[in-house]
């Protein structure tokens, strides 16, 4: 069954108007490549970056959204409001929100789910700590994210998981093949127990993707694309990354 691949950069709080120079060939190498291509800045820059790449073949993605539709939330924003910016995507639960903002499981699961009711493609994140990967409770770990994250009415058109162990986020530092193929293998077999087309969801590795390192981790069985943070804000950084996964078979 085929899979959908895609190469998402996050930009996280870095980037301003004058990065979006480095759109351009972000853009074209998304033309040439098979792959969906996906950026997701600061909320500020979604809307700038969104007419910057016009009829482009490149995704513009939020980092957050609220899971209400609208309301008195001073500083956030709606999925809604992502959507009507622009946006085709949101990242959820990635592990900086879960540490800095106390979000759960379950405040995950609710984003995701006002994501999905926006029209917007959700990319659940799940990771775990070096402390749990050292007790040897990675799977219990990322087996108890996957339950709890996941949103009322995933399919594999509207949500990505994205696999991305804290330890290796930033760090330079990424697990073995053998690491990543065991969680991503759990991944698959628990998405096609729990979802009809749970085989065709797309899984993402983040981590330190690297050039360097891209076509090795895309060769891995059930690894789909990457969510890469540091390598996405440069094109000469991303644009060899997409082509690999490009090149990369499945
Ligand atoms: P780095 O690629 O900078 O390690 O970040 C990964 C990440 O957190 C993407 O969401």
Redesign the pocket.
């Known amino acids: 069954m085929s899979v959908r691949k895609l190469a ?3 930009w ?1 709080m870095n980037g301003d108007l004058a990065a979006l120079e480095q759109l351009d060939a972000m853009v074209e190498a998304a033309e040439d490549a098979s792959c969906a291509v996906l950026i ?1 800045p600061p909320a500020v820059l979604i809307h700038p970056m969104v007419a910057r790449v016009a009829a482009g073949d490149l995704h513009v993605g939020g980092q957050d959204c609220h899971a209400a539709a609208s309301g008195a939330h001073t500083g956030d924003i709606a999925a809604a409001q992502l959507r009507d910016a622009g946006a085709t995507h949101v ?1 959820l639960g ?3 929100r879960r540490a800095d903002h106390g979000e759960t499981d379950a405040t995950v699961r609710a984003k995701a789910e006002a994501a999905l009711a926006a029209g917007l493609t959700a990319i659940v ?1 799940l990771g775990e700590t070096e402390a749990e990967r050292d007790a040897g409770r990675t799977l219990d770990v990322i087996a108890g994210q996957l339950d709890g994250s996941l949103p009322a009415g995933a399919t594999a058109a509207n949500t990505v998981i ?1 696999y ?1 162990p804290v330890w ?5 530092r990424t697990p073995t093949d053998d690491q990543i193929a065991e969680v991503h293998a759990l991944l698959r077999t628990r998405l096609s127990e729990r979802l009809p087309d749970g085989a065709s969801v797309s899984l993402l590795y ?5 050039p360097s390192n891209a076509a090795q981790i895309f060769a891995i069985a059930h690894v789909n694309g ?7 804000l440069k094109a000469e950084d991303f644009v060899p990354i997409i082509r690999a996964l490009d090149a990369a078979q499945g």
């Open positions: 998402a950069g996050n996280k997701c990242i990635h592990s900086e994140c994205a991305e290796a986020i930033g760090t330079g983040g981590g330190s993707v690297k990457a969510l890469v943070g540091g390598a996405s």
